[in-house]
C-alpha cells in the first residue's frame, strides 16, 4: 500500500451538479497531483499543488479547482458536472516535483 | 503529435518471453521519467524510474536516451503476472516554473501459458 488514500471510493451525481474529492498523501510528502482516466486511457494531468501552491496544470477548464492544506491533503472540485467528467479521478503524492509519485486507489465519478 | 507515444497494443507473448516497450516524447525540457503498471480497474503502481545511465531491476531493465527523446522498457522472462498495462510517464516543465507529468496511452501486455 502506498499510504495514499481518496475519499469518497464511487459517487453517482447529475450534470450541472458540484463535486469534491479528497486526498490524503503519504507521510512526508509535500507535493499533490490529480488526474482524470477516461476508460481505456492514461491518465491525464489534470494539476499539481505543491506546499499549499496549483504548481503546474493541465489542459482542464476552470470548472477543475483544487486546494492543497497545510497538511499537505488536497481537494478536487468540479463545479456544473457534465457527461463526459464521468471518469477515475487518481490523486498521486510525492516528494518534490520531480519524484515519483504513488497513487491512491482512485474516486469513480458517474455523471448521469 | 503527442507529447508521450507508446506502441499501440496488445502485446501478446508467451511465458518466458522478452518484450521491450517503447516511448517518444516531445518535450526537451522533460526532467523525470518512469514506468508504472496499472492493473485492470487499480491505480498506476510505480515499476521504476528511468535514467540516462538505465536501471535495471531484477528481470526489468529500463533505459532513457535523452538526444533522441526515447524511453524503453525490457522485460526478460515474462511471467503470467506481468500482464497488465505499462504506461510511460513523463515530468517536464511549463510556463516560467511549473510542472506537468504527462502519461502515455498505455500498452496492454497479455503473457500467456
Known amino acids: 500500500e502506498t499510504g495514499v488514500t481518496q475519499s469518497p471510493t464511487h459517487l453517482i451525481k447529475t450534470r450541472g451538479q458540484q463535486v469534491t474529492l479528497r486526498c490524503s498523501s503519504q507521510s512526508g510528502h509535500n507535493t499533490v497531483s490529480w488526474y482524470q482516466q477516461a476508460l481505456g486511457q492514461g491518465p491525464q494531468f489534470i494539476f499539481q499543488?505543491?506546499?499549499?501552491?496549483?504548481?503546474g496544470r493541465g489542459n482542464f477548464p476552470p470548472r477543475f479547482s483544487g486546494l492543497q492544506f497545510p497538511n499537505y491533503s488536497s481537494e478536487l472540485n468540479v463545479n456544473a458536472l457534465e457527461l463526459d467528467d464521468s471518469a477515475l479521478y487518481l490523486c498521486?503524492?510525492?516528494?518534490?516535483?520531480?519524484?515519483?509519485?504513488?497513487f491512491g486507489p482512485g474516486t469513480r465519478l458517474t455523471v448521469l | 503529435r503527442k507529447e508521450v507515444e507508446q506502441d499501440p497494443g496488445p502485446f501478446n507473448v508467451p511465458e518466458g518471453a522478452t518484450v521491450a516497450f517503447n516511448c517518444t516524447y516531445s518535450n526537451s525540457a522533460s526532467q523525470s521519467f518512469f514506468w508504472y503498471r496499472q492493473d485492470c480497474r487499480k491505480e498506476p503502481k510505480l515499476l521504476m524510474s528511468?535514467?540516462?545511465s538505465g536501471n535495471e531491476d531484477g528481470r526489468f531493465t529500463a533505459q532513457l536516451n535523452r538526444a533522441s527523446q526515447y524511453i524503453s522498457l525490457l522485460i526478460r522472462d515474462s511471467k503470467l503476472s506481468d500482464s497488465a498495462t505499462y504506461l510511460c510517464?513523463?515530468?517536464?516543465?511549463?510556463?516560467?516554473?511549473?510542472?506537468?507529468?504527462?502519461f502515455g496511452a498505455g500498452t496492454r501486455l497479455f503473457v500467456k501459458a
Open positions: 499543488y505543491y506546499r499549499e501552491e496549483e504548481n
Open positions: 528511468v535514467y540516462s
Open positions: 510517464v513523463v515530468n517536464g516543465l511549463i510556463g516560467t516554473g511549473g510542472f506537468k507529468t504527462i
Open positions: 498521486a503524492s510525492s516528494r518534490g516535483l520531480e519524484n515519483e509519485q504513488f
